[in-house]
């Protein structure tokens, strides 16, 4: 079970290291945004080109300044395919190898935290990033919504990446 263990410790490691690459390519995009506004404060479009894909990123000004400040709504976005896939993990990869490695089925493996993300990943995928009553009702991760915001946040990521470890390395 240690190997399946280290495997999925692994994966969620590469994964939040995606995740803060592309923290970082948002606080980049703020810093162009910056430097382009003191050039011509009066800029209302923000364009990026990817002259060998073919593929240009545009955005008007409000939806560049909402989405890519601190935890605008492109950090939110990012925070929910983060938690997605942690939970997809778990879910459809090693909750099955880690019962099959000691002898049960995948059903009699069972995480309280994982359960929690769970309930965050259905909220994000099936209710459009919209808290259900269950976000409301947390235990392990009840920061995650708290006077009343759905608190999606490199904060609240950060706490989540070190309670995914911890719990793996308890569960060896």
Known sequence: MNE?????KNEVTDLYTIYKFNVFGLHLMAQKWDESKLI??????FVLMDKNHGYELAGKKDEIEQGIRGNGTYYKKLCGVFLASM???????YRGKI??????TKNDV???LFGEIGKIRHAIVHNNFEPTQEIKNLKILDFIYTSGVFNLNIDSMSVIFK?????LNNLK
């Open 40 to 45: 011509n404060p009066n800029l209302e479009e």
């Open 163 to 167: 309670m995914i470890v911890k719990e």
């Open 87 to 93: 939970y997809q993990l778990w879910e459809d990869k």
């Open 4 to 8: 399946v263990i280290e495997d999925f």
């Open 99 to 104: 019962a099959s490695s000691i002898g049960l």
């Open 110 to 112: 069972k995480s309280e």
